[in-house]
């Protein structure tokens, strides 16, 4: 009995397509927590987002066509899907800041909190983060006090070169952090050789981050600034207030809200940077993204993940309460409109 060429290559054919089958059933049942993890996340995925959309379509006046409702229920799920690839991350390292061992892999065999024992408990650590917050505080005073000043004289109507100026102000939100931090770097070597010595230092890092930090402050002040009313200042004038009375009781209240919105961008800016201190801190200096960046080179801990955690968690409230600012800033001027 003989087969033929062609019927060995369908033996085979099928032979292959069983194995591979089978090899597809014991991989799927080997990750089946995985999968049920993942599709439980996908299910929440779709109800949060079928909710969103919900409340977004009942938002619209009754007059709304049925065209408009489905332009309009596309460009949410569309933004909803964006937002969720780009939180996507996030949502993946926090929970394993709580794996039981030390694996950066799903499914988790365990929970435990020992790598933020590890985070707290080691001084190595600990120096980073409290490095980080006095740099950040430091840099937060000065940009809201420089950010503050040039906010107001951009404000002027009559300031020649406003746009010119404005744009060089910005410019370290345009330019990317690594032409930045070069020029940094240069800048400092060259001060260094005339006996001003800032690479390596304290002092050196503050006024980087402070020009990194100050556009948000200018951006917030300025479109605070938007709708002032000159005359008010002007009438304070006029009654005999000096001009820093006149900044104080007048000016001041009103630009508050957007003062601390530009200070809190400036302190995560300065927390979260880590580029510019890669190129001008020295050895010693470990701010807490660059302990970061070390402990990725160097050994792969996942403490890292909560470290991660803890700066998502921080940033997340300072954002918050920049938005409860906003907010309260919107219902005192419709007070102060009425």
């Known amino acids: 009995m003989t087969i033929s060429r062609h019927g060995f290559s369908e033996q085979i054919y099928s032979l292959g397509l069983a194995l591979s089958i089978f090899g597809i059933g014991a991989a799927l049942f080997l990750q089946l927590p995985a999968i049920v993890s993942v599709g439980t996340l996908g299910l929440g995925v779709l109800i949060v987002m079928g909710k969103v959309l919900y409340d977004a379509i009942q938002s619209l006046p009754s007059y709304t066509i049925t065209s408009e409702k489905v332009i309009y229920g596309f460009t949410v799920v569309l933004t909803s899907l964006v937002l969720l690839f780009l939180i996507a991350p996030i949502l993946v390292i926090i929970p394993l800041s709580f794996n039981a061992e030390p694996y950066f892999s799903y499914p988790m065999p365990g929970t435990s909190l020992q790598w933020y024992r590890d985070f707290f408990g080691n ?9 980080s917050a006095k740099l950040a505080l430091i840099v937060t005073i000065l940009s809201t006090i420089l950010g503050t000043l040039a906010a107001l004289g951009l404000s002027r109507g009559n300031l020649p070169a406003r746009s010119v100026i404005l744009a060089i102000l910005i ?13 940094i770097y240069i800048t400092y070597a060259t001060l260094g050789g005339l006996g001003f010595q800032l690479l390596g230092t304290l002092a050196g890092l503050v006024l980087a981050h402070t020009v990194l930090a100050t556009p948000f402050v200018v951006i917030t002040v300025t479109s605070t600034l938007t709708g002032f009313d000159w005359s008010l200042a002007r009438a304070a004038q006029s009654l005999g207030a000096p001009p820093l009375m006149t900044f104080r009781k007048v000016i001041l209240p009103l630009i508050l809200p957007g003062m601390v919105s530009g200070a809190l961008f400036a302190f995560v ?28 080179r160097e050994i792969i801990s996942p403490t890292i993940t909560a470290a991660a955690t803890v700066l998502v968690l921080f940033s997340t409230l300072l954002l918050v309460g920049a938005e409860m600012l906003r907010r309260r800033s919107e219902r005192l001027r419709g007070i102060s409109q009425i």
Do not use: C, H, N, Y
């Open 269 to 296: 800016t300065s927390f979260d940077e880590v580029v510019v201190a890669l190129f001008i801190a020295s050895p010693e200096q470990r701010t807490l993204p660059k302990q970061m960046f070390s402990g990725i």
């Open 171 to 183: 410019s370290p939100m345009i330019v990317p952090v690594i032409i930045t931090a070069v020029a």
């Open 123 to 131: 001084e190595r650590w600990q120096s980073a983060l409290w490095l």
